[in-house]
């Protein structure tokens, strides 16, 4: 069993920046994959980052260019650096662990983005 803490979500005007953290209760070295994802009211959850073991990367294309995913697999830490925030940024950001089978979520911060 993996849980997921996130933190650093809060309530930040259009062009500015946060960053979230997602902290794990067990070691996520040898979990294939982290992630970030969120959900806006009234619109399914979609993808904003991931990263490998390996390091690579792949965002969504809304966040592309804006978003930094890392991973510190000393500190079991995930992190999401967003920058030129927009108000359609606002959401709930959940953390994702998966290493196939098993699929871990936290249960989310709160990003509000002011116009």
């Known amino acids: 069993q993996v849980q997921l803490v996130e933190s650093g979500g809060d309530l930040v005007q259009a062009g500015g920046s946060l960053r979230l953290s997602c902290a794990s209760s067990?070691?996520?070295?040898?979990?294939?994959?982290m992630g970030w994802y969120r959900q806006a009211p009234g619109k399914q959850r979609e993808l904003v980052a991931v990263?490998?073991?390996?390091?690579?990367?792949n965002y969504g294309m809304s966040v592309k260019d804006r978003f930094t995913i890392s991973r510190d697999n000393v500190k079991n830490t995930v992190y999401l650096q967003m920058n030129s925030l927009k108000p359609e940024d606002t959401a709930v950001y959940y953390c994702?662990?998966?290493?196939?089978?098993?699929?871990?979520w936290g249960q989310g911060t709160q990003v509000t983005v002011s116009s």
């Open positions: 994702n662990a998966r290493s196939v089978p098993r699929e871990y």
């Open positions: 067990r070691s996520i070295f040898s979990i294939s994959t």
């Open positions: 990263i490998t073991t390996n390091g690579r990367s």
